[in-house]
Protein backbone atom coordinates (compact mmCIF):
# COMPACT_ATOMS: atom_id res chain seq x y z
CA UNK A 1 0.00 0.00 0.00
CA UNK A 2 1.10 3.67 -0.76
CA UNK A 3 1.96 5.97 2.26
CA UNK A 4 4.50 8.01 3.96
CA UNK A 5 6.48 6.21 6.53
CA UNK A 6 8.31 8.47 9.25
CA UNK A 7 10.86 7.21 11.68
CA UNK A 8 11.80 7.12 14.41
CA UNK A 9 8.17 7.72 16.27
CA UNK A 10 9.74 8.47 19.41
CA UNK A 11 13.31 10.46 19.76
CA UNK A 12 14.68 11.49 22.97
CA UNK A 13 17.40 14.29 22.49
CA UNK A 14 19.97 16.20 24.54
CA UNK A 15 20.00 19.80 24.53
CA UNK A 16 23.02 20.92 22.28
CA UNK A 17 22.61 17.48 19.98
CA UNK A 18 21.20 17.80 16.01
CA UNK A 19 18.61 14.79 15.37
CA UNK A 20 17.18 14.09 11.67
CA UNK A 21 13.63 12.84 11.06
CA UNK A 22 13.10 10.57 8.20
CA UNK A 23 10.05 10.74 5.70
CA UNK A 24 9.48 8.41 3.38
CA UNK A 25 6.82 8.20 0.63
CA UNK A 26 5.89 5.80 -2.13
CA UNK A 27 2.96 7.87 -3.38
CA UNK A 28 4.66 9.27 -6.94
CA UNK A 29 3.86 12.89 -4.96
CA UNK A 30 5.75 15.52 -6.06
CA UNK A 31 5.05 17.79 -3.00
CA UNK A 32 6.32 17.38 0.63
CA UNK A 33 6.08 19.20 3.76
CA UNK A 34 7.31 19.39 7.33
CA UNK A 35 4.88 20.85 10.23
CA UNK A 36 5.28 21.24 13.72
CA UNK A 37 2.20 20.60 16.14
CA UNK A 38 1.77 21.86 19.98
CA UNK A 39 -0.62 21.33 21.78
CA UNK A 40 -3.05 24.09 21.43
CA UNK A 41 -1.30 25.69 18.36
CA UNK A 42 -2.59 23.67 15.32
CA UNK A 43 0.23 22.61 13.25
CA UNK A 44 2.52 24.95 11.43
CA UNK A 45 4.85 24.67 8.51
CA UNK A 46 8.62 23.93 8.74
CA UNK A 47 9.52 23.73 5.02
CA UNK A 48 8.30 22.36 2.07
CA UNK A 49 9.25 20.89 -1.30
CA UNK A 50 8.18 21.02 -4.80
CA UNK A 51 10.73 19.77 -6.75
CA UNK A 52 14.11 17.39 -6.02
CA UNK A 53 16.72 19.44 -4.98
CA UNK A 54 15.03 22.51 -4.34
CA UNK A 55 13.07 23.56 -0.91
CA UNK A 56 11.28 26.71 0.58
CA UNK A 57 10.75 27.61 4.49
CA UNK A 58 7.73 28.16 5.77
CA UNK A 59 6.49 29.50 8.84
CA UNK A 60 8.46 28.41 11.01
CA UNK A 61 12.10 27.55 9.57
CA UNK A 62 14.22 28.60 11.93
CA UNK A 63 16.76 26.23 13.64
CA UNK A 64 15.83 23.83 11.20
CA UNK A 65 17.15 22.04 7.80
CA UNK A 66 15.84 19.95 5.44
CA UNK A 67 17.19 17.99 2.18
CA UNK A 68 15.57 16.94 -0.83
CA UNK A 69 17.88 14.70 -2.50
CA UNK A 70 15.35 12.27 -4.22
CA UNK A 71 11.75 12.54 -4.65
CA UNK A 72 11.02 9.76 -2.09
CA UNK A 73 12.58 11.54 0.43
CA UNK A 74 12.54 14.35 2.57
CA UNK A 75 14.37 14.21 5.77
CA UNK A 76 14.58 16.87 8.63
CA UNK A 77 16.99 17.99 10.90
CA UNK A 78 16.04 19.80 14.24
CA UNK A 79 19.67 21.63 14.65
CA UNK A 80 21.41 22.67 17.87
CA UNK A 81 19.92 26.28 17.38
CA UNK A 82 16.34 25.48 17.34
CA UNK A 83 15.26 27.12 21.00
CA UNK A 84 12.14 24.89 21.99
CA UNK A 85 12.13 21.82 19.55
CA UNK A 86 10.42 19.57 21.96
CA UNK A 87 6.95 18.66 19.89
CA UNK A 88 4.99 16.52 17.45
CA UNK A 89 6.29 16.57 13.67
CA UNK A 90 4.57 15.51 10.73
CA UNK A 91 5.32 14.95 7.33
CA UNK A 92 2.87 15.10 4.45
CA UNK A 93 2.87 15.08 0.49
CA UNK A 94 0.47 15.39 -1.97
CA UNK A 95 0.25 15.96 -5.76
CA UNK A 96 1.08 19.48 -7.25
CA UNK A 97 -0.98 20.62 -9.52
CA UNK A 98 -3.99 22.55 -6.89
CA UNK A 99 -5.16 23.68 -3.97
CA UNK A 100 -7.49 20.94 -4.06
CA UNK A 101 -4.86 18.42 -3.54
CA UNK A 102 -5.54 16.51 -0.52
CA UNK A 103 -2.17 16.11 1.80
CA UNK A 104 -1.56 12.44 2.92
CA UNK A 105 0.23 12.15 6.51
CA UNK A 106 2.78 10.20 8.04
CA UNK A 107 1.74 8.91 11.60
CA UNK A 108 4.44 11.55 13.05
CA UNK A 109 7.81 11.54 15.42
CA UNK A 110 7.71 12.57 18.64
CA UNK A 111 10.90 14.59 19.42
CA UNK A 112 11.72 15.30 23.05
CA UNK A 113 14.61 17.28 24.48
CA UNK A 114 15.92 16.76 27.79
CA UNK B 1 -4.10 37.14 5.67
CA UNK B 2 -5.66 33.81 5.68
CA UNK B 3 -6.82 32.04 8.91
CA UNK B 4 -8.84 29.30 10.55
CA UNK B 5 -10.35 29.82 14.06
CA UNK B 6 -11.59 26.85 15.81
CA UNK B 7 -12.81 28.55 18.61
CA UNK B 8 -13.71 25.27 21.00
CA UNK B 9 -10.63 24.13 22.20
CA UNK B 10 -12.60 20.83 23.67
CA UNK B 11 -16.26 19.34 23.94
CA UNK B 12 -17.06 16.41 25.90
CA UNK B 13 -20.54 14.78 25.05
CA UNK B 14 -21.99 11.63 26.24
CA UNK B 15 -22.24 8.51 23.27
CA UNK B 16 -25.08 9.00 20.95
CA UNK B 17 -25.27 12.81 21.41
CA UNK B 18 -24.70 15.28 18.33
CA UNK B 19 -21.41 17.63 18.27
CA UNK B 20 -21.04 20.33 15.95
CA UNK B 21 -17.48 21.27 15.82
CA UNK B 22 -17.23 25.16 14.36
CA UNK B 23 -14.72 26.25 11.86
CA UNK B 24 -14.71 30.28 10.96
CA UNK B 25 -12.17 30.89 8.26
CA UNK B 26 -10.43 34.27 6.48
CA UNK B 27 -8.52 34.59 3.18
CA UNK B 28 -8.56 36.77 0.24
CA UNK B 29 -8.69 34.26 -2.71
CA UNK B 30 -11.84 33.95 -4.92
CA UNK B 31 -10.71 30.02 -5.41
CA UNK B 32 -10.10 28.27 -1.71
CA UNK B 33 -10.32 25.08 -0.61
CA UNK B 34 -11.32 24.00 2.84
CA UNK B 35 -10.64 20.74 4.60
CA UNK B 36 -11.53 18.75 7.91
CA UNK B 37 -8.97 15.89 9.60
CA UNK B 38 -9.54 13.72 11.78
CA UNK B 39 -6.21 12.86 14.40
CA UNK B 40 -7.36 9.69 16.36
CA UNK B 41 -4.53 9.19 19.30
CA UNK B 42 -2.33 7.22 17.30
CA UNK B 43 -1.08 10.68 16.05
CA UNK B 44 -1.87 10.50 12.10
CA UNK B 45 -3.96 12.87 10.74
CA UNK B 46 -6.58 11.08 8.20
CA UNK B 47 -8.55 13.53 5.78
CA UNK B 48 -12.27 13.79 5.61
CA UNK B 49 -13.43 16.01 3.50
CA UNK B 50 -12.80 18.63 1.15
CA UNK B 51 -15.23 21.52 -0.23
CA UNK B 52 -14.21 23.88 -3.05
CA UNK B 53 -15.42 27.85 -2.96
CA UNK B 54 -17.78 27.45 -5.68
CA UNK B 55 -19.68 24.62 -3.93
CA UNK B 56 -21.67 25.51 -1.23
CA UNK B 57 -24.06 22.15 -1.11
CA UNK B 58 -23.46 20.64 2.32
CA UNK B 59 -22.60 17.08 2.27
CA UNK B 60 -23.52 14.34 4.64
CA UNK B 61 -21.93 10.89 5.10
CA UNK B 62 -22.94 8.62 7.56
CA UNK B 63 -22.92 9.76 10.68
CA UNK B 64 -20.99 13.36 9.21
CA UNK B 65 -22.24 16.12 8.18
CA UNK B 66 -20.57 19.60 6.60
CA UNK B 67 -22.02 22.90 6.23
CA UNK B 68 -20.29 25.44 4.60
CA UNK B 69 -21.66 29.30 4.22
CA UNK B 70 -19.60 31.67 2.61
CA UNK B 71 -21.96 34.65 3.79
CA UNK B 72 -20.42 34.02 7.22
CA UNK B 73 -17.14 32.33 6.51
CA UNK B 74 -17.69 28.69 8.36
CA UNK B 75 -17.40 24.95 7.34
CA UNK B 76 -18.77 23.60 10.20
CA UNK B 77 -18.78 19.80 10.80
CA UNK B 78 -21.54 17.64 12.38
CA UNK B 79 -21.26 14.51 13.73
CA UNK B 80 -24.75 12.66 14.77
CA UNK B 81 -25.04 10.06 17.26
CA UNK B 82 -21.51 10.27 18.17
CA UNK B 83 -19.73 7.10 19.35
CA UNK B 84 -16.64 6.69 21.60
CA UNK B 85 -14.35 5.84 18.21
CA UNK B 86 -14.82 9.59 17.34
CA UNK B 87 -13.19 10.38 20.24
CA UNK B 88 -9.97 12.55 18.38
CA UNK B 89 -8.48 16.02 17.47
CA UNK B 90 -10.29 17.37 14.43
CA UNK B 91 -8.44 19.82 12.36
CA UNK B 92 -9.88 22.24 9.90
CA UNK B 93 -7.92 23.35 7.20
CA UNK B 94 -7.77 26.02 4.50
CA UNK B 95 -5.21 25.99 1.32
CA UNK B 96 -5.59 29.17 -1.70
CA UNK B 97 -5.21 28.65 -5.04
CA UNK B 98 -3.55 31.56 -5.79
CA UNK B 99 -0.37 30.15 -3.04
CA UNK B 100 1.78 28.00 -5.35
CA UNK B 101 2.89 26.37 -2.01
CA UNK B 102 -0.70 24.72 -1.89
CA UNK B 103 -0.01 24.35 1.67
CA UNK B 104 -2.75 23.62 4.24
CA UNK B 105 -3.29 26.65 6.97
CA UNK B 106 -4.62 24.85 10.22
CA UNK B 107 -6.79 25.94 12.61
CA UNK B 108 -5.69 24.83 16.28
CA UNK B 109 -7.85 21.72 16.56
CA UNK B 110 -11.03 20.97 18.98
CA UNK B 111 -10.35 17.97 20.92
CA UNK B 112 -13.44 16.02 21.20
CA UNK B 113 -14.27 13.25 24.18
CA UNK B 114 -17.25 10.95 23.30
CA UNK B 115 -17.79 9.45 27.01
CA UNK B 116 -19.93 5.87 27.00
Known amino acids: DGGITQSPKYLFRKEGQNVTLSCEQNLNHDAMYWYRQDPGQGLRLIYYSQIVNDFQKGDIAEGYSVSREKKESFPLTVTSAQKNPTAFYLC?????????????FGAGSRLTVL | AQKVTQAQTEISVVEKEDVTLDCVYE???????LFWYKQPPSGELVFLIRRNSFDEQNEISGRYSWNFQKSTSSFNFTITASQVVDSAVYFCALSEEGDSSYKLIFGSGTRLLVRP
Open chain 1, 92 to 104: ASSKLDSGANVLT
Open chain 2, 27 to 33: TRDTTYY
